[in-house]
Nanobody, 118 residues
Framework: QMQFVESGGGLVQAGGSLRLSCKSP???????????VGWYRQGPGRQRELVAD???????NYADSVKGRFTISRDNAKKSVYLQMNSLTTEDTADYYC?????????WGQGTQVTVSS
């Protein structure tokens, strides 16, 4: 079972950028590599949503709200997934998590908080 550890969040002004990192240190490499991994977020008063995902071979998908601004990438050898977020808006304020796609109920980490100020 995969466990994820997220980092890289913080406070940033609108228009700024952040790069989030997600590691799965306890996963067997082959297990990590066999999964599509996604970044999810949950904003204040909102349901958790999938914002981007990436396959082992690098195929990516993005939610319409982040297309053209966010870029997801992964390093299979490091069992890590990254999310480069540019042109941030206050609507991007949320706790960000990574998990497999489809998600595993018991794989959620603590998340990393992103706050975008106007």
């Amino acid at each position: 079972q995969m466990q994820f550890v997220e980092s890289g969040g913080g406070l940033v002004q609108a228009g700024g950028s952040l790069r989030l990192s997600c590691k799965s240190p306890r996963s067997i490499t082959s297990t990590f590599n066999s999964h599509i991994v996604g970044w999810y977020r949950q904003g204040p008063g909102r349901q958790r949503e999938l914002v981007a995902d990436i396959s082992r071979t690098g195929n990516t998908n993005y939610a319409d709200s982040v297309k053209g601004r966010f870029t997801i990438s992964r390093d299979n050898a490091k069992k890590s997934v990254y999310l480069q977020m540019n042109s941030l808006t206050t609507e991007d304020t949320a706790d960000y998590y990574c998990n497999a796609v489809p998600q595993y109920k018991d794989s959620w980490g603590q998340g990393t908080q992103v706050t975008v100020s106007s």
